[in-house]
């Protein structure tokens, strides 16, 4: 039975790969960019590749959190059910890394942005509907300080704290929702995949693009991922497996989610 899945992120790499796999199997595709231009370009891509694609299309910069809001508002007002959301979007290095609230651009995107997203559309869907957050093979420990934008980082050092805290919340909210809600995983899609954002940080070709799509589909849509709310797939290794030890600390992890809140009350965000 065909779906409607909204993915952010959807205008090039792992995005753009991914939207055109899921068009090819007949999926109602809501895509999510930051512009106009390639979006429109995304979308006329895949309709002549799929003449029968359906596909809507979704503006919104992710680094300004009221944005992310309004992206959410949208969907909401034109859609009753969603059964899956593919938190794709992501950054690396961005020449100014500072955005609102002073807070790091990594964080804001990687980390709150899909933490709203989640947040709000759940509300469309149910025990069957998927929720996919793309984790990374990078984590490392993560400073509130630096989330709350009290101390600065390096883009590895940002980047890597962002993908665990996605990771941390992902498995935490799984904890805490309830049966009739749907499915949280977090999934690394390959590290060094050939998207434009690793290109920019490590000056390489990368890996198949190809690799990471496939997964995040079977992520969104095969029965591999049936009943596996809370667990981290690793694509490095093609199974679930655990991720970096902070994230089954559910004292860390509510930490985090306070800290969340907390910058979206102090920056007037209401989810």
Request: glycine share 6%; proline share 3%; net charge neutral.
């Amino acid at each position: 039975m065909p779906k409607t899945i909204l993915l952010t992120g959807a205008t090039d790499g792992i995005g753009l790969e991914t939207a055109k796999k899921l068009a090819s199997l007949g999926h109602t595709l809501l895509l999510h960019g930051r512009s106009q231009q390639k979006l429109l370009q995304a979308k006329e891509l895949i309709e002549a590749l799929y003449s029968s694609a359906k596909i809507d299309t979704f503006l919104a910069d992710l680094s300004e959190l009221k944005q992310v809001v309004e992206l959410a508002n949208q969907v909401k007002a034109k859609y009753s059910h969603i059964d899956v959301l593919i938190n794709n979007a992501g950054v690396f290095k961005i020449a100014n890394n500072l955005g609102e609230g002073d807070l790091d651009v990594r964080f804001l995107v990687n980390t709150i942005a899909p933490y709203i997203l989640t947040k709000t559309l759940s509300a469309l869907m149910n025990e069957n509907s998927r929720i996919v957050n793309l984790s990374s093979a990078a984590k490392a420990p993560v400073s509130i300080a630096a989330l709350k934008g009290l101390q600065a980082l390096s883009d590895s050092s940002a980047y890597a704290q962002s993908k665990l805290a996605l990771t941390m919340w992902t498995l935490q909210l799984a904890k805490q929702w309830a049966d009739n809600t749907p499915s949280l995983v977090a999934v690394n899609p390959a590290s060094f995949l050939g998207s434009k954002m690793v290109k920019e940080a490590y000056g390489s070709q990368g890996k198949n693009l190809a690799i990471g799509a496939d997964i995040l589909v079977k992520a969104a849509l095969s029965d591999q991922f049936t009943g596996m709310t809370g667990r981290y797939f690793d694509n490095d290794i093609g199974a679930f497996s655990n991720p970096h030890p902070d994230a089954f600390d559910t004292a860390k992890n509510t930490t985090l989610i306070m800290a969340m809140d907390e910058v979206l009350t102090r920056l007037d965000v209401k989810i």
